[in-house]
């Protein structure tokens, strides 16, 4: 199973259907996202092959703006007529959508692609061959999680996906982009039981190459994040560190790239508007989007508007130095795209936003971390995460983890609640560790925030 349609021909596609709209509407902006994804992963269930799935997904977003007035269709496929008869009617509709003179599509820029980076970015033997081919991995994946730990009765599920996809973006002021990359990944739900207790754990690792995937790490933290909270209890109210596991730590960081967006900036949705130049965070608190990282999973040259992206450090040491822009909240705000505009799919506009987003990571191991925690808790499960108020800043959310207590995991914590604000938490950012870990497009090493009330 191949991609049959190669970024030439979604170029050639793009290109005849820019052509046609110049035609059609000489005064108009115009730009093309089109798309091509071809999907296949497989399923166990407690052993026993239970889903293969193979799936092919291709179309085209398209945006036309003309006297301020910007639309945007999309349609399902890449056939001429499809997509023309879109454009029609997205062109009849525009003189009824309201002005904004923000509405913009960005000039093209010239972008260097390093080609190092470019093959971490592409595995040519995923989608190779039949998908049966990677059952004996994950069977292996299972027996290994068992191994791990004594502890561990059932392997629940072990499943294992891998997609490529092929990206176009073209626009009538000279954006032309043009992309391909793979990603695989393969996860894993243990049991296990204590004392007539049952808990349940998981794990995963992900990757852009099939030689990216840590089968072993990923039979360990199963194993780990299963058997840790066994025979948990709760402990009384007091001030403690808290220390956060890369695993539950995505969702905080995904809180505060949300309130790094500049639309979110401008509509007055952010704790961080107005923060420019301003501390927020202890001097620990640097948070990098990478969007340039070597096999990163959300790597890429352009953005979702076709603009050179580049490093950024939007919070250096705690201080705002940043936000994420695409074209039309950089038109609001008088600056340059910063190659930040990302898309869920074709199906959707292009809007600010993070890539490969991260808490730069420290000197100490995370063992040395943990012998220097007195009092705290490494947390394993955070529930409640996305309820935080993005403008407050406030939350409250249930935590379940292992006591630290003078250096040494010391036994399971439940029923845990965790209350504060975002600043605060960032202020008391005291530890940062050296093991940082990708779960999805946000990552963080183990880190540790001192003296907060767990009650």
Known sequence: ????????????????????????????????????????????????????????????????????????????????????????????????????????????????????????????????????????????????????????????????????GVVSILNTRGVSAHEEGTSCGVSVSAVAEAAGEVQVGSAASSGRRYADLDFDRTARDAAFRTTALLEGKKLPTARRSIVFDPWVAGELLELVAGMLSADSVQRGRSLLGGKRGKRVGSALATFVDDPLRPGGPATSFFDGEGVPTRRKVPIDGGVVRDYFYDAQTASKDGVAPNGSAGRSSYKSLAGPGSSNFYLEPGALTREALFEDTKDGILVLELMGMHTADPVSGEFSVGLSGVEIRGGVLAGAVRGAMLSGNLLDLLDRLDAVADDLSFYGACAAPTFRVRDLTVA
């Open 1 to 164: 199973m191949t991609t049959a349609l190669d970024a030439e021909e979604l170029r050639d596609v793009g290109e005849r259907t820019l052509d046609w709209l110049r035609r059609e509407a000489p005064g108009a902006e115009a730009e093309l996202y089109l798309s091509r994804v071809v999907d296949r992963g497989l399923e166990l269930r407690e052993g026993r092959l239970e889903t293969l799935h193979e799936s092919v997904e291709e179309g085209v977003g398209i945006r036309v703006i003309e006297g301020g007035r910007g639309g945007f269709a999309f349609c399902v496929g890449l056939e001429r007529a499809t997509i023309e008869a879109s454009c029609r009617r997205l062109l009849e509709q525009l003189s009824f959508l309201p002005p904004d003179p923000h509405k913009v599509v960005p000039e093209g820029q010239p972008a260097f692609i390093d080609r190092t980076i470019a093959a971490t970015l592409l595995d040519e033997g995923l989608l190779e061959g039949s998908i049966d081919s990677r059952l004996d991995a994950m069977r292996g994946l299972e027996a290994a999680t068992r191994r791990a730990d004594p502890r561990v009765g059932r392997v629940l599920r072990v499943g294992y996906g891998e997609s490529r």
